[in-house]
Nanobody, 115 residues
Framework: QVQLVESGGDLVQPGGSLRLSCAAS????????MGWYRQAPGKQRELVAT???????NYADSVKGRFTISRDNAKNTVYLQMNSLKPEDTAVYYC?????????WGQGTQVTVSS
């Protein structure tokens, strides 16, 4: 079993920056992929960014050039640096881990972009 703890969500003005963190703990033998999804009110959960064990990254078109995902394998932690935030980035952001064929989700952290 893997537990995920997210942090870093906050209220920020348009154009601002935030950094989300997600630490994985528990029975971790191998993490194949770590990433972030988000869900805005009334919308489906959508992929934001992912990072594989082989250091490949993938981003949603809406965040390319503004968000950067990174991973610290020694700490089993994934980060999401979010710059040039827009009101449409407002959502609950969920950490995601895929490990040995199992999906794990964090509890979510709220990001609100508003003036």
């Amino acid at each position: 079993q893997v537990q995920l703890v997210e942090s870093g969500g906050d209220l920020v003005q348009p154009g601002g920056s935030l950094r989300l963190s997600c630490a994985a703990s528990g029975s971790i033998f191998r993490i194949d992929l770590m990433g972030w999804y988000r869900q805005a009110p009334g919308k489906q959960r959508e992929l934001v960014a992912t990072h594989t064990r082989s250091n490949n990254t993938n981003y949603a078109d809406s965040v390319k050039g503004r968000f950067t995902i990174s991973r610290d394998n020694a700490k089993n932690t994934v980060y999401l640096q979010m710059n040039s935030l827009k009101p449409e980035d407002t959502a609950v952001y969920y950490c995601y881990v895929f490990s040995l064929g199992i999906n794990y989700w964090g509890q979510g952290t709220q990001v609100t972009v508003s003036s």
